[in-house]
């Protein structure tokens, strides 16, 4: 994960079935203490590439390898994962994702190599994978009304102060500690969610269903050849056979995938039947775009900041802090505004917004003023996505039949990811290039970030409906 808003995450808590926990502040903690392990590593992580590249004598590739070993798993099997929740008990999987994560986390900070360090944040994606719609789902069983509305507000808020606080923490621990560091915090946070939910957090289930363990192994595989594919042709420069092979295999994997989706019908992982709603599939491309051009930026620019503009760690995590605390400050009132004037709006309003803030990235070079170039492009960016998160959640709720709310709010969680993951996957031009080269295709990739945000606010105004009441 990232200092990137928490899409539909949320959302997911409110499909689960009211009830009330004897200690609902426990559970509460219990549950944000889980979620930030994931919210923090991710963006953590981004500052820390440099110093991870030259300790390990990390190529391009192997660089993004190192974010998206992560993102792989927990776009893939997201939705398996608050499956094998309401199959098993959400609160032994979250126990288990936890324990996952940590263990992972200290394989991470042990790794003598890449081989070891790119398993490890694998296996941190699994858990995350488990962790984080449980931990919604647990909030969702363990509250009802009204506090269940202010638990998952408190989660929501807590998740952007992480995404927040991870980047100059992080910066600060690779300065001062070493990257490896920024893995081994993550033990005691784990050590504390597991005793707080064991002690506190009620165990719960939702049905018997069969889980689709094949429609979680072929997106993971499908998603796994295409980024492996675009990340061998973006490190390259260029197209190769093996990149082709691979791009080929994984589009034939997501062929396979839909097909077995088909098949499976209601039941599937991802029903089909979403996708008749053309206000559905409007907004999984917008938050594809979107969310992916953010991706990309949130580990490009501290990577450029610090190889081009001579930051440290430190400094180009605290470059990013104005992002998360701009979005958690504006969203309220967006929320609000969107719930006047409907979705349509707003989320096409608040991508152009977001376009713009990319555009102003080119902006940035070498020798410019933090003050005059980074911030301002960083708090229009912020406008926009605040203006786009905050509706993002209502307006897929509202796209699809209340039988469908949980799975609409999950897939659209998994697609932000996967959009983060494929960005991911084509930032090896700009990491692959050095000095002036380097600062020049960045500013490329800012552009192309503007034009998908541009792109996706034209998906918001061409499939949502007018009015509130028309959705």
């Known amino acids: 994960m990232s200092t990137t808003p928490p899409s539909c995450d949320s959302a997911q808590a ?29 963006s953590v992580t981004n500052v820390a590439l440099p110093a991870i590249g030259t300790d390990l004598h990390a ?3 192997d660089l993004q390898w190192t974010v998206n070993a992560y993102l792989l798993p927990l776009s893939a099997l997201l939705l398996l994962g608050g499956a094998a929740g309401d199959h098993f008990g959400r609160r032994k999987l979250l126990v288990g994702g936890v324990l996952v994560f940590a263990l992972a986390s200290v394989a991470c900070a042990l ?8 398993t490890a944040r694998a296996v941190q994606g699994v858990g995350a994978a488990i962790v984080l719609p449980n931990s919604l789902a647990i909030l ?16 929501a808020a807590t998740s952007a102060i992480a995404g927040a606080v991870g980047p ?4 600060w621990l690779v300065d001062t500690v070493g990257w490896r560091s920024i893995f081994y915090v993550n033990v005691p946070v784990a050590a504390f969610a597991i005793l707080l939910a064991l002690r506190y957090a009620p165990e719960s289930s939702e049905r018997g269903e069969k889980l689709d363990w094949l429609g979680g192994v072929l997106a993971t595989l499908a998603l796994g050849e295409i980024a492996w594919g ?6 390259m420069h260029g197209f190769s056979m093996a990149a082709g092979v691979s791009l080929a295999l994984g589009i034939a994997l997501t062929a396979g995938f839909v097909l077995h989706q088909k098949h499976l019908g209601d039941h599937a992982m991802m029903p089909l039947a979403l996708f008749g709603s053309r206000a559905f599939a409007g907004l999984s491309l917008l938050t594809f775009l979107v969310y992916g051009a953010l991706g990309g930026l949130l580990v490009l620019l501290p990577f450029v900041l610090i190889e081009a503009g001579g930051y440290s760690a430190l400094n180009a995590g605290f470059a990013l802090l104005p992002f998360p605390l701009a979005v958690s400050l504006a969203s309220r009132f967006m929320g609000r505004l969107a719930g006047r004037l409907g979705a349509r709006l707003p989320l096409t309003f608040g991508p152009v ?8 990235m080119v902006r940035i070079e070498p020798q410019a003023s933090y003050w005059t170039s980074t911030l301002p492009a960083m708090l229009v960016i912020s406008l926009g996505m605040a203006a786009t998160a905050a509706p993002l959640t209502t307006a897929v709720l509202a796209s699809v039949d209340s039988r469908h709310t949980g799975t609409a709010s999950g897939f659209n969680s998994a697609i932000a990811r996967t959009g983060g993951l494929i960005a991911t996957a084509v930032t090896g031009a700009v990491i692959a290039s050095a000095g002036a080269a380097l600062v020049a295709t960045f500013h490329v990739a800012a552009l192309v970030g503007a034009a998908m945000a541009w792109v996706s606010g034209a998906a918001a105004w061409l499939t949502l409906p007018r009015k509130a009441s028309e959705s």
């Open 140 to 155: 969702g069983s363990s509250f009802e009304g009204e506090a269940r509305g202010r638990a998952i507000g408190t989660w």
């Open 59 to 61: 190529t391009a590739a």
């Open 14 to 42: 409110q499909a689960g079935p009211g009830g009330k926990a004897a200690h609902p502040t426990w559970v509460l903690v219990a549950c944000i203490l889980s979620s930030s392990l994931a919210f923090i590593d991710g």
């Open 168 to 171: 100059p923490i992080g910066g």
């Open 353 to 360: 917004v977001t376009g713009i803030g990319f555009a102003l």
């Open 111 to 118: 790794a003598p190599g890449l081989a070891l360090l790119l």
């Open 230 to 235: 675009l990340t061998i042709w973006s490190s």
